[in-house]
């Protein structure tokens, strides 16, 4: 079945940078499109970014210029570089991919930006 396994999260210093990692499982890395998306307490769940499987990109505004979406199809691995965080960056963030059955998430991974 389809796996999501995201890592990386953690408490960081405003204006720091974190690394968010998801390994995927069950699924043809290639064919698909990858999503990030973040919730935060008392909010809905957003989209932060997206690759294509061309290595096409697609960031919230909010993110733009300061998060960096790829992937390493030789590791079905989907990765979120964000920098310059900032508290409002505080969240729960998700993997995300959706093929013909459904739509699929990971665990999710807390990134909490505070001094």
């Known amino acids: 079945q389809v796996q999501l396994v995201e890592s990386g999260g953690g408490l960081v210093q405003p204006g720091g940078s974190l690394r968010l990692s998801c390994a995927a499982s069950?699924?043809?890395?290639?064919?698909?499109?990858m999503g990030w998306y973040r919730q935060a307490p008392g909010k809905q769940r957003e989209l932060v970014a997206v690759?294509?499987?061309?290595?096409?990109?697609n960031y919230a505004d909010s993110v733009k210029g300061r998060f960096t979406i790829s992937r390493d199809n030789a590791k079905n691995t989907v990765y979120l570089q964000m920098n310059s965080l900032k508290p409002d960056d505080t969240a729960v963030y998700y993997c995300?991919?959706?093929?013909?059955?459904?739509?699929?998430w990971g665990q999710g991974t807390q990134v909490t930006v505070s001094s």
């Open positions: 069950g699924i043809i890395f290639t064919n698909y499109a």
């Open positions: 995300n991919v959706n093929n013909v059955v459904g739509s699929y």
């Open positions: 690759i294509s499987r061309s290595g096409n990109t």
